[in-house]
């Protein structure tokens, strides 16, 4: 794990907590933006493995969390526990498009036959076999997130930082990336940050679901359902009604 502490620095120095079956540990994290308190002594812990989906208006701080675990912004205060091996997908692919598809996932890594591989086989899992020496201009905007996805995969992180990675995208090949998110998070198990406002997705999607507010989790709740979750079942309608009603939406069912 990576310590972040309150400095001016961007990365911080390592911390490792052997033993322990946590990810990420929050303590107390503050951060303000000249009068602005955004977040407000914020803990959090998230376990190996764990699908937590954090919820909230906008503006109350959500990226600012999500960037101050991937060693983005520096906390005013508190105390940030994140593992070194974390990578972050955006809502934007931000591919290299001077650079093919292959290129783009292995970026970065270090150059040779393993590595071309490793990019090979992520682009397969999901589902850009075909793609490999493809330029990113001539992807939709499915297949380049699929590709951003394939980028973060080969890297084989502990965290994984998902920054509404599905917002631009149609309802339709939404759907399509949460199963593929879902299936490639049950296979490798990493440690998951999902900020999105799409409810549906959250009870869809997680093992947890927080709801940032004023600078805090106003709620922070397993969701205890298998999975593939059907979007009818009522359990599901309950969630959903529950953290609509949290963000000051009603819903009828
Ligand atoms: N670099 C910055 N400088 C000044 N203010 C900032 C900066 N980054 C974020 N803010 C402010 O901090 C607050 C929280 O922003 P943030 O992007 O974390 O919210 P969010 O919950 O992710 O919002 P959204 O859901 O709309 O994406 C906002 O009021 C924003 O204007």
Redesign the pocket.
Known sequence: MTAHRPATRQEQPVATRPGTDLAVRVRGLRKS??A?T?LDGVDLDIRRGEFFVLL?P????????LRTLAGLEAPDGGEVLVPARRTTVYQEPRLVQARRVLSNVTIGQPRGAATRAAGARALAEVGLADKVRAWPATLSGGEAQRAALARALVRDPELLLLD?PFAALDALTRLHMQDLVADLCARHRPAVLL?T?DVDEAVRLADRVAV?RRGRFSVDRRIVLDHPRDRNNPAVLDYRRDFLGELGVSSTR
């Open positions: 933006y000249g602005a955004v909230g906008s503006g109350t701080g959500k990226t600012t969390l509404e900020v406002h940032l």
